[in-house]
């Protein structure tokens, strides 16, 4: 099972708007709706951010939002802010193995 | 409120064997299925073991199927990964992780090292 496809670094300004993208295939992205994005800063843990593609845990601003459209996967930072700074990481099931994206830096300007 | 604490790293020798453990509670473990997750230094996350609630069902990445097992004690609320004939490309932070329904990971612990050298 290859890695799913993100871009190495994405930048934006406080209070723009990023977009990060997340390329599988029909066999994980496109083939079930279970896609989920992950926050990690450095030396941290893993944060879930979005679940099943668009759906957002308690507690994650309204800010993070997520879309799916055939086989890519794309996550959406409204607002920047400073502490939005960090690596993504979408992940998506295919059949009984996960597979993870190689991550993507965000770094507000 | 959920909480995962792994312990077992450590550094082993090439070949070498390392049992890692992950303490759960706040959950009814037996509900969730679980995940062994790990980060090379300076990597991305590579998903490598996952088990079913009861754990009756397990799952491992083609990178490690044959070398590590994933196994739990509900009895104890612990996740274990047996990880056998280490090498050098095995070395990272892994970290356990709560499914929270859909293949996702919505709890995680702060992960062990690993470290496989000679």
Same mark, same amino acid.
């Given at each position: 099972?290859?890695?799913? !496809?993100?871009?190495? *670094?994405? +930048?934006?300004?406080?209070?723009?708007?990023?977009?990060?993208?997340?390329?599988?295939? *029909?066999?994980?992205?496109?083939?079930?709706?279970?896609?989920?994005?992950?926050?990690?800063?450095?030396?941290?843990?893993?944060?879930?951010?979005?679940?099943?593609?668009?759906?957002?845990? +308690? $507690?994650?601003?309204?800010?993070?939002? &997520?879309?799916? #459209?055939? %086989?890519?996967? #794309?996550?959406?930072?409204?607002?920047?802010?400073? $502490?939005?700074? /960090?690596?993504?990481?979408?992940?998506?099931?295919?059949?009984?193995?996960?597979?993870?994206?190689?991550?993507?830096?965000? !770094?507000?300007? | 409120?959920?909480?995962?604490?792994? @312990?077992?790293? &450590? =550094?082993?020798?090439?070949?070498? @064997?390392?049992?890692?453990?992950?303490?759960? @509670?706040?959950?009814?473990? +037996?509900?969730?299925?679980? #995940?062994?997750?790990?980060? /090379?230094?300076?990597?991305?996350?590579?998903?490598?073991?996952?088990?079913?609630? @009861?754990?009756?069902?397990?799952?491992?990445?083609?990178?490690?199927? &044959?070398?590590? !097992?994933?196994?739990?004690?509900?009895?104890? %609320?612990? =996740?274990?990964?047996?990880? %056998?004939?280490?090498? /050098?490309?095995?070395?990272?932070?892994?970290?356990?992780?709560?499914?929270?329904?859909?293949? %996702?990971?919505?709890?995680?612990?702060?992960?062990? =090292?690993?470290?496989?050298? *000679?």
């Amino acid at each position: 099972q290859s890695a799913l !496809t993100q871009p190495r *670094s994405v +930048s934006g300004s406080p209070g723009q708007s990023v977009t990060i993208s997340c390329t599988g295939t *029909s066999s994980d992205v496109g083939g079930y709706d279970y896609v989920s994005w992950y926050q990690q800063h450095p030396g941290k843990a893993p944060k879930l951010m979005i679940y099943d593609v668009s759906q957002r845990p +308690s $507690g994650v601003p309204d800010r993070f939002s &997520g879309s799916k #459209s055939g %086989n890519t996967a #794309s996550l959406t930072i409204s607002g920047l802010q400073a $502490g939005d700074e /960090a690596d993504y990481y979408c992940c998506s099931y295919a059949g009984n193995p996960r597979v993870f994206g190689g991550g993507t830096k965000l !770094t507000v300007l | 409120e959920v909480q995962l604490l792994e @312990s077992g790293g &450590g =550094l082993v020798q090439p070949g070498g @064997s390392l049992r890692l453990s992950c303490a759960a @509670s706040g959950f009814t473990f +037996s509900n969730y299925g679980m #995940s062994w997750v790990r980060q /090379a230094p300076g990597k991305g996350l590579e998903w490598v073991s996952a088990i079913s609630g @009861s754990g009756g069902s397990t799952y491992h990445a083609a990178s490690v199927r &044959g070398r590590f !097992t994933i196994s739990k004690d509900i009895s104890k %609320n612990t =996740l274990y990964l047996q990880m %056998n004939s280490l090498r /050098a490309e095995d070395t990272a932070i892994y970290y356990c992780a709560k499914e929270g329904g859909t293949a %996702n990971f919505d709890y995680w612990g702060q992960g062990t =090292l690993v470290t496989v050298s *000679s």
